[in-house]
């Protein structure tokens, strides 16, 4: 409890200190000693924001750009990984207790309450009886299943953050041919000037702020969740085999798990033993 207490506070930390960092630098990186309303630009925006909207509208499946964004918010609101990696591989090690102990009925009951749909998935198909061939394919074909929707996912976000620089400059030569028509009125040129530069900035921020920064946490998360998959097909191979968990843990090289299985089968030992002497 104390724990995700104090995960919860420094998580709060971070986004406070990370909207603080964001305000500071667009006040002292784009608004200082610069005339506010020459940052806004209808058209410019028309162009930049009614362009990305049409590109994604005809090159993209309207439940590809869905599914695209719902993982991106997973990739931002779940940072640790590590914790999720080290309860599917006690829940490996769980299942293997249950299947050594009480059989492939007990081992498809006990995998139905799995949340993780890819363990869950592997654990029933070793409870209905699959060899070590037809589990690794498949195994193998939901994990090139994950990796091609992650690729159409992160192809999707680098698409964006190419056309938002295009369509910026698109934006401000439009505006530049507008600017020549009105040379005579000299007045007029250097506000006019900084108007048809405003889309080539709307672009530079959406493409190295929003998009860029977006795709590159995808392929992290994409790339530490292939990760625990893999961890998690080997630790299916060894409940396929019916080995003992202490023997799953060592493949896994978890030391921690590991150790803790070995306390824990001290501590039953100790009890059987007690329960002998008393009786």
Known sequence: ??????????????????????????????????????????????????????????????ERVRVTFRALINA???????AEEKRLLSQVLGLAKIYRMEGSIALQKAASRVD??????????????????????????????????????????????????????????????QVMQHLDIEASLGPSLGLALSSTLYGILLANLIFLPATIKLQQYYARRSAIM???????LGLQKAEHPLRIAERLNSYELYCKLKEEEKVGAHVVRLKRRVA
Do not use: C
């Open 116 to 177: 993780n749909d890819f363990l869950r998935y592997g654990a029933i198909l070793v409870a209905e009886g699959y060899n070590e061939l037809s589990l690794m394919n498949a195994l193998k074909r939901e994990y090139l299943k994950v990796n091609d929707i992650a690729s159409s996912q992160i192809q999707l976000l680098k698409t964006l953050a190419r056309l938002a620089p295009a369509l910026g400059m698109a934006g401000t030569v439009i505006s530049l041919m």
């Open 230 to 236: 893999r961890l998690v097909m080997d630790a299916l």
């Open 76 to 82: 931002f609101r779940h940072d640790d990984l590590d």
């Open 1 to 62: 409890m104390k724990k995700s207490k104090k995960k919860g506070a420094f998580s709060l930390v971070k986004y406070i200190l990370t909207t603080l960092g964001i305000g500071i630098f667009l006040v002292i990186g784009f608004l200082w000693g610069v005339d506010i309303r020459q940052l806004f630009n209808f058209q410019s925006l028309v162009i930049v924001f009614g362009g990305l909207t049409l590109a994604i509208w005809l090159g993209f499946p309207s």
